[in-house]
């Protein structure tokens, strides 16, 4: 009984097969049976995606199972690639109270891969002056793949009397240290700022065109009349640049009912607009009225944090849901939340399912019910649909699964048994 279990383990495993000649296997892993949503190459159907050395190496109707070492059925679930948020705030560990580079942040692994996501963008927690360290402590050490928006603060988002001192925003060293960390550094990040100055934004837009990345902005309080907000996405952002916290209505984004004529005519001229949920950047009387207008986002992200997490924005997969809730098909949400945040900070590498892109991949089930999903001040809007999370992979490994849907059953294993994967497509443990 002893061996029987055992080689049945060994088949659940990707072992050997029983006898015969065994097919020569061409993949680490297939995932089988799942609805595909990949934006970048237009697909939305059932299809096997099979996975080989970390990247993608197969999208199609029907692939072998004998092919592959490992066989996972997510019949019924949607696959998709990982998901790419690219506002949040990440760099902690330094010990600073009340600091977005220090107690206000939130490590990247522990709320990332639990909700799909495998890739984000620190948005401003860094400035020149203290990236290096925010590589070291943080980039270097994540499973997640994390890149950054580089504050044109040289002390970056230290709280108040660092973000409003004009003297420490300085174009020149901001792109000397995005240029040296070119593809981790993917943009600047202003933020914050209470005056009624363009400074800030003037020179992270300089550092953005001297580096050849994109600026993301948080445009502070607001000056409707020294600095309104149609002059910042029709004449001070260039065709690429990122206005985020569309639905905060903090800054005149809803006027008379009606998204502000001048972010229709940013985006007209290639501006981006990103949600950038936060603890109080989203409100259901501005962002449901610019929705129906057709005013969508570019792209889906959280703006993690310690205070968003715990409040009304929770985490990408909730975010994602208030979109379902408001009526956007999956397919466009998905895509706002891979291919489209992908191309914004110029990595075409990821948020895509092509053959030989890295196998970021998210696995996820859509629920039917009933759901409530609030604002940044605690208002519901109902919805029938949520999203979570079976399984996501981080280049071809499996780094989280809800329900085991990769594990044999415990009876079928060894009574002394002490794991259950292959290095080949398991990263669960470290």
Known sequence: MKRTRTVIAAILL??????????????????RGGHVIDARNGLDAVRDVAIADGKVALVAAKINPAEAGKTIDISGLYLTPGLIDIHTHVYTGTGEPSSYAGDNSVYPDGFTFRVGVTTVADAGGAGWRNFEDFKTRIIDR???????????VGHGMRGGKFEQDLADMDAEPTAAMAKKHKGLIVGVKTAHYTGPEWAPVE????????ADVPVMVDFGNNHPDARPLADLVTKKLRPG??????YSGLRDELVAGRPNPGIIDGRKRGVIFDVGHG?????WRIAVPIMKTGFVPDSISTDLHIGSMNAGMKDMLNVMGKFLAMGMPLPQVIARATWNPAREI????????????????????????RFGYLDMYGARLSGTERLVAEMTLK???????LNGLSRPDWTTLPADYKGTGDPRWDATRR
């Open 241 to 246: 640049d990122i206005y985020t916290h569309m």
């Open 14 to 31: 990707g072992g050997t097969s029983l006898g015969g000649a065994q097919t020569p296997q061409k993949y680490d892993l297939l995932l």
């Open 346 to 369: 110029k990595q075409d590498g990821l948020g895509h399912l092509s053959p030989g892109a890295v196998a970021d991949i998210a696995v996820l089930r859509l629920e039917k019910g």
């Open 395 to 401: 280049d071809g490994k499996i780094v989280y699964e």
């Open 142 to 152: 994540s499973r997640t793949r994390v890149l950054a928006f580089i504050n044109i």
């Open 279 to 283: 603890g109080g950047s989203f409100l």
């Open 203 to 210: 020179r992270a837009v300089a550092a953005g065109t001297a």
